[in-house]
């Protein structure tokens, strides 16, 4: 949080309130649009979410523990998105998802479209009556596993975890908190097509069904 | 003039042999890592700092390899001048869609400038304001352990540093890089 | 064309990968001290094993090498021995190469009636050398084929293998494995 200087900050430095540089151009003067569809290389993420991984890597005891860190670090990302892909959405779609559907909807589309160029895979709801609160969301390539080969020792990684975490973030913005979990499926069995498919499992909180079955009847 | 040939190879592999991403994400990637770095070591951005420094390395060290690979590179610079030449055109394009600008070479041809006009990493981002950030923290210093470990692989022992940055409110991002020393080649172990 | 096996030297003069594929003809008495390939599988075609020279080789074929000893423990050992003996010929070679040919000039590849061996180095000093039947012409392009598809993909881009390749760390991994099989199997 800062309170925004005067715009010629550079030469009266105050003591509180950020300096910025003399033309007084801040972030708040940059369109947030601009940025919208820049590209840079999928080289430069890897070796960013590389750098990331080994360095929570160092401080975590275990898999759990990396995995969570990982959900941790990925969970304000999900939060900025929120808001940002609302904004930029046309006026009349911009009101925020008020149901599970809609919310899911929405990080399966818009989401997934932001972040990896395509929308995720499939989006499911648990079919087991004792988990109604269970949603998958399933990704049969996710971008960050791009160029992880898991050692046999770790084979219960799934460096996915910080794109759980970026869906929680959403989920938790827009007010159905929810735990998501990123579990490996694809694997040897099946003569299977994608071997890195991974499931995101959605677990909402049981206020939030509560309230959708609320509303529903309303 | 080769450092329009750069250019060109540059434009060339950004156009055709990188894959993209959007930026977004990598921006905010970016920026939940140096959060994460804060918070870990407690605001001690000094810390941060060479933590950002090291990271980069370690980055630098695979980029060379990557960067040697997309830009066909068979053989080394024949000069400081013209390694200068190819990490702004070439390597920060490839990797960062931006072309740096060179200028302020001393006269002994070993140090020189980089100035920034746009930084990626650096969108959206406001430092803290806690009276300590923006004099301390050098926010896109993964750029210069990167440099660092990639020069180091082939084997230029180079020293880099930010001395100024937009989000610090100057005017510029500059950094400033130094040779050190070419290293020599490592020799096999003596056999009995 | 045939490939005998694969090597590669890092920076630090340490061989960090080994694969064969098949030992050239057993040479008779001449072999100098330059290397023949390690002990591999012996001649059966298929399948091959890698001989690995960090972990102790379960194929504990003998050695046809100009080295007599190989007991059976010692196979791997024996492994370690050529490829550091490969290793200490190429690199002297090379510098001889530049001594008299000038700081841009590269030594490419050396013939022998049995075998020949590739050389290519990159520019980050990570040196990839390739043993095959003394018919096949260039390899050049082959070995940098390997290094900017296999190598700078699977283990330079591998966020879980280590930056330096200690006793070949990290370079040992499934996609890289599988990935040279394939272009080698393709090439032959």
Redesign the interface.
Known sequence: MSHVGSGKAASSKEQTGLRYPSNGKTIYHRPLNRTKTAELSQAAFAYLFSEMVIYAQRRVAGIQELEKRLNLQGHPIGLKLLDLLLLREPPRSQTRPLTIIALLHFIKINVWTHLFGRQADRLEKSSNPDTPDEYMIVDNEPLVNAYISVPREMSQLNCAAFVAGIIEGVCDGAMFPARVTAHTVGGKEEGEMWPGKTVFLVKFQPEVLEREALLGKG | MASSKASRLGEEVWKTRMDKVNAELVVLTYGTIVAQLCKDFDSDYIEVNKQLDKMGYNIGLRLIDDYLAKSNTMRRCSNFRETAEMIARVGFKIFLNITPTVTNWTSDGKQFSLIFDENPFADFVELPDDGRAQDELWYSNILCGVLRGALEMVQMQVEAHFVSDVLRGNDTTEMRITLIRYIDDELPPEDD | MVVYSFYIFD???ECIYSKSWLSPAPTSSSSTTTTTTPSGPTSDTHPPLPSSTTTAAPTAAAGTTGRRSAPTTSASSAADNDA?LI??TV?SLRNMVRKLGGE?DAFVSYRTAHYKLHYYE?????RLVMLTDTATLSMRNVLHQI??NL????V??????P??HKGGAGVR????ELGLEQFIRGLM
């Open positions: 920076r630090h003069t550091k290793f200490g690199f841009d990159t520019a980050s000093n990570l290094y900017i190598w700078v993909e699977y330079v881009k591998n966020p879980l293998s930056v330096e991994n499934e996609l890289f």
